[in-house]
T-cell receptor, first 112, second 112 residues
């Protein structure tokens, strides 16, 4: 099955700085890579996703890049704000089981 | 309002006492799944269902059962709960496995 590793587990940045979270996956046939944000005490919510036929996708201050050859994808947040503080999860769709496998999460703290 | 509803939100029970956590969605989604969230381990899939009467094991199915008799409902059953099933549980639904997943509010279960 799919295995997704996520780094770092915690990340602290100053407001206005950029933040980068990286994930690697094991199943070369995986074709869907979403990112979810979970604020404290809340449910996870999708913030951006990318499919394997695209190398990069942007949505305002958030971007995701995908390197299929190296089997890794990254979340980039620019001009971070205190409200970006949350736990972020990457995931990859396991083509064999038609299921999402999540990374272990990154706790992002944006210091004002 | 489009939503996924789980009940109960909080539950404290004793070892061996059967319990059911309900999950209902009003978006006519085909795909539903259950996850457990534990510190440092991210979201791990317990079971998923691709449609009515079609269910399959996720990464951590031991000690759990599910059923999908109706499209909108996907209950999680713990027939004989044990303390290692103390966790935060999330139900999620989506059109397909590789589209946006909408999560319920979560159920915090404590087994003593």
């Amino acid at each position: 099955g799919e295995n997704v590793e996520q780094h770092p587990s915690t990340l602290s940045v100053q407001e206005g700085d950029s933040a980068v979270i990286k994930c690697t996956y094991s199943d070369s046939a995986s074709n869907y890579f979403p990112w979810y944000k979970q604020e404290l005490g809340k449910r996870p919510q999708l913030i951006i996703d990318i499919r394997s036929n695209v190398g990069e996708k942007k949505d305002q201050r958030i971007a995701v890049t995908l390197n299929k050859t190296a089997k890794h994808f990254s979340l980039h947040i620019t001009e971070t704000q205190p409200e970006d503080s949350a736990v972020y999860f990457c995931a990859a769709k396991d083509t064999g089981r038609r299921a999402l496998t999540f990374g272990s999460g990154t706790r992002l703290q944006v210091q004002p | 309002e489009a939503q996924v509803t789980q009940n109960p939100r909080y539950l404290i029970t004793v070892t061996g006492k059967k319990l059911t956590v309900t999950c209902s969605q009003n978006m006519n989604h085909e795909y539903m799944s259950w996850y457990r969230q534990d510190p440092g381990l991210g979201l791990r899939q317990i079971y998923y269902s691709m449609n009515v009467e079609v269910t399959d094991k996720g990464d951590v199915p031991e000690g759990y059962k599910v059923s999908r008799k109706e499209k909108r409902n996907f209950p999680l059953i713990l027939e004989s709960p044990s303390p290692n099933q103390t966790s935060l549980y999330f139900c999620a639904s989506s059109t397909f496995a590789d589209t946006e997943a909408f999560f319920g509010q979560g159920t915090r279960l404590t087994v003593v």
